[in-house]
């Protein structure tokens, strides 16, 4: 769980940073856009470690992005680059 919090509150952020700094806003977008999955990453890991099962909980990833949801309740776009539903993969 230590190296996701780095990568969404430092990495990912002086990424960001540089990229816009230079002048790569596409860059900039994909750093940004990493640093939010990389928190959903963080707070899931974090919910796993204090449960035993997950029995019951249907996880889905965008295999664009990598944006980790659970539950049975999903946004009809991802959250972080706006894929569509129908492309998430579910687990």
């Not at 230590?2 to 990568?7: N, S």
Request: proline share 5%; net charge negative.
């Amino acid at each position: 769980m230590a190296g996701e919090e780095f990568e969404y509150e430092y990495l990912y952020k002086a990424l960001a940073k540089y990229a816009n700094e230079h002048q790569y806003p596409l860059a900039q977008q994909a750093y940004e856009g990493a640093g939010a999955a990389e928190k959903i990453h963080a707070a899931i890991l974090k919910e796993a470690a204090n449960v035993k099962t997950y029995e019951g909980t249907t996880v889905y990833v965008c295999p664009i992005c990598g944006y980790v949801m659970a539950g049975d309740s999903i946004p009809e776009r991802c959250p972080v680059c706006g894929g569509p539903e129908r492309q998430y993969e579910k687990f």
